[in-house]
């Protein structure tokens, strides 16, 4: 088990909007965490990647407890975050950017699996000519690559992904989908967090679904679409 | 030079001398407030603290370059210490409660300051080769002011060159627009909030040491160029090192062409200016981040 | 039942034990209280835009200021101005700076809001003290006649006496709290919560947001200025350094801290608070300024609920064990 | 025979009274005797001995605390010393009781409201007989505002605004025994145009509040008055507690003056003069308040020499011409040296100077009351107005009756180096401060020259009473 998060409990002053929340994340497997709007799906995240603090409850990952840490040890211990609205740089250049995932600063060539800055650039081609450019300047889509990309230079044996779609066109939305589904080809687990069913079901291996709060159903694609009730409960408008 | 023209000139110089004081003052509190969304009420306070550390070590040692080393690096230690071990913890607590904190970190300073030195004015001399002044083109300029201008521009250029040329920069200048951004990629950032706190109140210190030999060094000592330093901030827009350069620069020469032409509203011009700045960029010229 | 009876007792030993006051305690006690009233007022008033809307403001004194200098000025150049009329003075020019400025502040949120108020008040106060000529500067303008309190024909009050001036500045201070709480507890007050917990929830709701913001601040600065006018009768001396100073807007900042920040209560409890504070500190030490640093280093490092939340905290914990 | 001898010594008597009540110069109505001084060989300021009970209670209202704390430990340094001196006598004899001197600390910490309730309780809760005040004229008013509510007597020793003693603020609890602004304007104005007559071209740089206005006033009036050849080149008000005077120097050069005269305070003055002399200003100031030794050494001795001061007390030409006058000096100079913090700075050193006027006016206090022999403001009141006393060196103060305020001699002093300081100077060491500028040569300027100014409503009010 790569990921095994447990009994998360997360409060915002005095609202409880995590209850017992668990879910897994086994190697090389990419979940989709599903449910509607303010159910808290980016409040676990949040809360697995140490920007809030749970109140009890426990997050595994590789073995390690890393419950309550600090987002930059969780982050140094092999998750790579890629929040909602992008959170791009808009000051820093599109190569700084980048920079700014490696950690240590300095890109370790010596390890062929190591992702590079021309890795990088192979996979999004747009970056190269574009190095020098203000992240502001980015249209949302790019930026959503660039953020997956500055994620992926910290090299992450896990990569949470919190609606990398909103508010994009049909045409970014392929691309973004086919972006994560090649990254989770070369090995790196995903926990996704999608609106779009489609594209939701068309990466994951399996899903978990939100209530208030609370896990309300989890199983395989094939689980879910096998019960309908549950959709209707958890995901339907 | 005609004398009148000269006249200009000094005020002119006298604007850039005060406002590059200023900007030194303005630079670290723009940057704790950018990057930790810290108001850092007692700013102004580690200023007057390094003006008293510059007295005693010019007293034990007789050297102002020591008092110019050494003044500001213990003020950034104690910037430090306060940084780790009370800003730090009640950051949960929101910004009302660093604000409050650090309100009463400046009073407990001030007294502790009263408590060492007492509250007599305390003399710091002018070194003197910094002494005497320098005569060009029919204008007579003190060497000290000189002095100030140039050194100001140094740190000022090693800053930016820290910040554009640098990895600690870059994370820096980031941490300023996104700081959870920042952790979340694998950075530590409380310890670059603990630098950067520690830089901020070194430059404030430097500010203090050097307008010293300027002023007497009093408790008061941090009343005005704290309050004008904060309108270079605000007018600047927080978290913008080049807006605090400006406003300071453009606050420095309203204060002096001011007293030249419209003696009676000198005071009031920098705080007409932050108004009408405000109304029109709530954030300032050069902020962007709510 | 029982409670409402309790309360009723509690209110009546409450006004009665007011009544007393000054005779249990004497003169210097009595100015004491009047004192800690205004600023209990003027933090209150505070408040409601601190704790419940959420807007922090630097710039409070401007409020304080102006009703402290309407009510001065009124008495100064008008000759015979009665009390009444010049107390409602100060609060109305109070108001109406409210109002000219309420266009530009609802509009912000946030920093903006506060460092606006930063400019404004910083403005006031050197506006103040460089209009010497109608503020009196730094020194200020004082010693204007304070007219009794009198209904024609039945009373007369002199308010110069300071027993009568106690019981005046009473049913000024804490009727217009009063006047505040009952302000929270309207359906306009429950939307004023709602504009601070959800602002945008509260706009598809079909209540208007700004217009909530700019009734709520009006109404915050004509009490601020409520008590700047008592503050003015009561020291019979108004000055740039009281009435505008930085520190004069971030004194009910401080009191609400202390007290307990989103309690109706809290302003008022930390008004006490900082009130037996100075008493004992001025009494015992020159070293004011680093007893109230560490009283506020202390409350932030180790109760920054303030006062009013620490004793909720406890008496949960304490009711929770007994549940047990 | 028997008649004539009954005639001569009413005519002697007649004689006696109309010399004592209408010539106050041929001897004022009481004197400071230091021959009466008591042991002072214990005085210490650090270790103050206060007594307390049934006491006369003398309470400093002053800044204690804040950026103006250093006048407090002035003020309270001044009058300590002179109650420890009469409480070595025994006391003074009030009510038919002898009861000791106390000086209670009253921290206004420089606010109006701080002032307003300290005063009250002051008088309320300690039950002090005098409120001695201020660092600020507006903190002055305040204290005189509780000392005519609550009928207690106050003294200002150290504001100088003459409108506190308008018709609008006079109260008759209230005197003023320091020096006044139209005094110290009309006193350079006098020293300038009539004594000296070298200088034409003044400017006028005061701080930006009631004190900067009244005093700069006082010398506007003081130069139609004594010296209407002079040319005022330039008058600039600046904010308190400034940083940078450079602008307002550069002005001032490029004006031509000749002289500044300022009313700025320290440590206003001691920046703008600091400054001024490091922009290579090199004009003489004159002014009230430079006589602070600290900041004196801070500006050099040339940096200072050639300034004028103005001063309240002092003496024409040598400083002791008496026995008298240095066994006063030598019960304050001798104990310095073993005095701690804050009294061990330079500025304890020599009790003269400003801290010999409030000494002297201290001791002219409580002489009225062991006149007045109780501690009841109303004869307080009676001997204090139209009083006459004549300090150590010798000046007579009048207190004058309608106004409150005080006529006296005033003194022009030099600022001169060390070497040159023997001048005033004659005992030993010979200088004041070996290592900067200070009092040289100095002037008397006769008392009817320089009377402040009264309030002429004064008079109507007044007679209504």
């Known amino acids: ?237 | ?290 | ?324 | 025979m028997k008649g004539k001898k009954w005639l001569l010594s009413i005519v002697v008597v007649v004689c006696c009274i109309a010399l004592l009540g209408l010539s106050p110069a041929m001897g004022a109505k009481s004197k400071f005797d230091p021959s009466k001084m008591g042991d002072m060989s214990d005085l210490d300021l650090s270790n103050p001995v206060i007594p307390t009970g049934d006491t006369i209670k003398i309470a400093i209202v002053a800044s204690f605390s804040g950026p103006a704390a250093a006048v407090g430990d002035i003020y309270f340094a001044s009058v300590q010393s002179v109650a420890h001196d009469y409480n070595k006598r025994g006391g003074i004899l009030v009510d038919g009781k002898k009861k000791l001197v106390q000086v209670i600390k009253a921290n206004h910490e420089s606010k109006v409201p701080i002032a307003k309730k300290v005063s009250e309780r002051m008088v309320l809760q300690e039950k002090v007989d005098v409120l001695w005040g201020t660092n600020g004229s507006h903190l002055m008013k305040v204290i005189n505002q509780v000392a005519d509510k609550y009928k207690t007597i106050a003294v200002s020793a150290a504001a100088v605004s003459d409108e506190l003693y308008d018709a609008q603020n006079f109260s008759r609890y209230s005197f003023m025994t320091s020096i006044s602004t139209s005094q110290v304007g009309r006193g350079m104005a006098y020293y300038y145009g009539q004594v000296r007559k070298k200088e034409t071209k003044f400017y006028i740089l005061c701080q930006d509040y009631l004190f900067g206005h009244s005093i700069a006033g006082g010398f506007k009036a003081g130069l139609k008055e004594y010296y209407p050849d002079a040319e005022l080149v330039g008058e600039d008000y600046h904010k308190l507690f400034l940083t940078d005077f450079a602008p307002y120097l550069t002005k001032v050069k490029a004006a031509g003056a000749e002289v500044v005269y300022t009313g700025d305070w320290i440590p206003d003055a001691a920046n703008l003069l600091v400054q001024a002399r490091q922009m290579g200003l090199d004009l003489p100031f004159a002014n009230l308040f430079i006589n602070n030794p600290p900041f004196l050494q801070q500006v050099g001795i040339e940096g200072t020499d050639g300034l004028v001061h103005i001063g309240q007390i002092g003496s024409d030409g040598k400083a002791f011409k008496t026995e008298g006058q240095i066994k006063y000096y030598k019960a304050w100079n001798d104990q310095y040296p073993k005095w701690k913090k804050p009294f061990d700075t330079t500025t304890y050193e020599h009790g003269t100077g400003t801290i010999g006027a409030y000494r002297m006016q201290t001791y002219w206090l409580l002489d009225v009351i062991e006149r007045a022999g109780s501690t009841d403001p109303e004869k307080i009141i009676k001997v204090w107005e139209n009083d006459t006393w004549e300090d150590v060196n010798g000046t007579v103060y009048k207190m004058r009756g309608i106004d409150h305020k005080t006529e006296r001699d005033l003194f022009i002093e030099l600022y001169v180096p060390p070497e040159q300081q023997k001048e005033s100077m004659n005992i030993e060491p010979y200088y004041w401060f070996k290592d900067c500028s200070n009092t040289g040569p100095s002037y008397k300027l006769p008392a009817d020259k320089v009377t402040p100014v009264m309030d002429p409503k004064l008079k109507d009010i007044r007679k209504g009473s």
């Not at chain 2, 603990?194 to 050097?210: H, P, S, Y």
């Not at chain 3, 108004?238 to 401080?254: K, L, N, R, Y």
């Open chain 2, 1 to 290: 030079m005609d004398p009148v023209t000269a006249m200009y000139v000094a005020q002119g110089m006298h604007g850039l001398a005060y406002g590059m004081i200023l900007f030194l003052l303005a630079s670290g509190l723009t940057l704790i407030f950018g990057m930790m969304g810290i108001l850092n009420l007692a700013h102004a306070t580690f200023f007057m603290l390094s003006a008293y550390l510059c007295y005693q070590v010019i007293a034990w040692t007789g050297s102002f370059w020591l008092a110019l080393l050494i003044a500001p690096i213990v003020t950034g230690i104690i910037g430090v210490l306060l940084e780790r071990f009370l800003l730090r913890k009640v950051h949960a607590f929101g910004h009302i409660g660093e604000l409050i904190l650090t309100v009463g970190v400046s009073l407990v300073i001030l007294e502790s300051v009263k408590v060492f030195w007492g509250t007599e004015s305390l003399p710091v001399q002018i070194p003197n080769v910094l002494q005497g002044l320098v005569t060009a083109g029919g204008l007579d300029y003190p060497i000290y002011r000189l002095f100030i201008i140039g050194l100001s521009l140094v740190i000022l250029i090693v800053l930016m060159l820290i910040l554009y040329k640098t990895r600690l920069g870059m994370v820096v200048r980031a941490a300023v627009s996104d700081a959870d951004m920042v952790d979340a990629l694998g950075i530590n950032v409380p310890l670059v909030f603990m630098l950067v706190f520690g830089v901020g109140t070194w430059m404030a210190g430097v500010a203090g040491v050097a307008i010293a030999p300027i002023l007497t060094v009093f408790p008061g000592l941090a009343d005005q160029v704290g309050m004008d330093a904060f309108i270079v901030v605000v007018v600047g827009g927080f978290g913008s090192l080049g807006g605090a350069l400006l406003v300071a620069i453009i606050c420095g020469l309203l204060n002096s062409y001011g007293v030249q032409f419209v003696s009676q509203l000198a005071p009031v011009l920098m705080y007409i200016f932050m108004a009408i700045v405000l109304v029109f960029k709530p954030m300032g010229l050069f902020g962007e981040r709510e």
């Open chain 3, 1 to 324: 039942m029982m409670n409402k009876m309790l309360k009723w007792i509690l209110w009546l030993a409450g006004f009665v034990f007011l009544i007393l006051y000054p005779k249990l305690f004497g003169i210097y006690y009595s100015n004491v209280f009047v004192t800690f009233a205004i600023f209990a007022l003027y933090a209150t008033s505070y408040n409601l835009l601190l704790g419940y809307t959420g807007l922090l403001s630097f710039g409070h004194a401007m409020f304080f200021g102006t009703g402290a200098y309407g009510t001065a000025l009124a008495l100064t150049h008008i000759s015979g101005f009665p009390l009444i009329p010049a107390l409602l003075a100060g609060a109305l020019a109070a108001a109406i700076l409210a109002l000219i400025l309420c266009p530009i502040m609802v509009r912000v949120g946030g920093t903006a809001f506060a460092m606006l108020h930063l400019a404004f008040g910083g403005l006031m106060y050197v506006l103040a003290l460089k209009l010497r000529h109608i503020t009196g500067g730094e020194d200020g303008i004082g010693g204007f006649d304070i007219p009794p309190f009198s209904i024609p024909g039945i009373v007369s009050f002199d308010m110069t006496d300071p027993l009568q001036f106690f019981y005046f500045a009473m049913v000024v201070l804490i009727g217009s709290i009063w006047i505040l709480w009952f302000f929270t507890k309207t359906p306009f007050g429950q939307i004023m919560i709602a504009v601070r917990d959800n602002a945008k929830r509260v706009d598809y709701l079909g209540f208007r947001v700004p217009q909530t913001k700019a009734v709520i601040y009006v109404f915050s600065g004509a009490f601020c200025g409520v008590a700047g006018a008592v503050y003015a009768l009561f020291q019979n001396l108004i000055s740039a350094e009281d009435g505008f100073h930085v520190m004069t807007s971030f004194a009910p900042i401080m009191l609400t801290m202390v007290g307990g920040i989103g309690s109706f209560f809290g302003p008022i409890f930390g008004s006490a608070i900082f009130g037996i504070l100075e008493e004992l500190t001025t009494r015992y030490t020159e070293r004011v300024e680093l007893v109230f640093g560490l009283v506020l280093i202390f409350v932030i490092m180790f109760a920054p609920m303030g006062f009013v939340g620490t004793v909720k905290m406890i008496k949960e914990k304490w009711f929770t064990r007994q549940g047990v």
């Open chain 1, 1 to 237: 088990m790569l990921l095994e998060a447990t009994n998360l409990n997360t409060y915002y002053g005095e609202s409880h909007a995590l209850q017992d929340m668990s879910l897994n994340v086994e190697d090389g497997e990419v979940v989709a965490l599903l449910g509607r709007n303010g159910m808290g799906k980016s409040t676990t995240m949040k809360t697995i990647m140490g920007l809030l603090k749970p109140r009890s409850g426990k997050v595994i990952f590789d073995g390690r407890d890393i419950t309550g840490q600090r987002p930059h040890k969780v982050a140094r211990a092999g998750i790579g975050y890629v929040p909602e609205e992008r959170r791009i740089f808009p000051n820093l250049s599109v190569l700084d950017n980048l920079m700014m995932g490696v950690k240590g600063g300095k890109v370790d060539t010596s390890n062929a699996n190591i992702w590079t800055i021309e890795k990088i650039f192979e996979r999004f081609p747009f970056m190269r000519d574009r190095t020098n450019q203000k992240g502001a300047l980015l249209s949302g889509g790019e930026q959503q690559m660039l953020t997956i990309g500055r994620t992926l230079m910290g090299n992450p044996r896990l990569l949470m992904v919190d609606e990398p779609t909103e508010g994009l066109s049909p045409v970014m939305v392929k691309e973004v989908r086919d972006v994560l589904a090649a990254i989770c080809k070369s090995g790196i687990s995903i926990l996704l967090v999608e609106h779009n069913l489609k594209v939701a079901m068309s990466l994951a291996d399996r899903v978990y679904l939100m209530g208030k709060a609370h896990l309300g159903f989890t199983g395989t694609i094939a689980e879910l679409d096998a019960n309908p009730e549950a959709r209707a409960k958890y995901l339907e408008v």
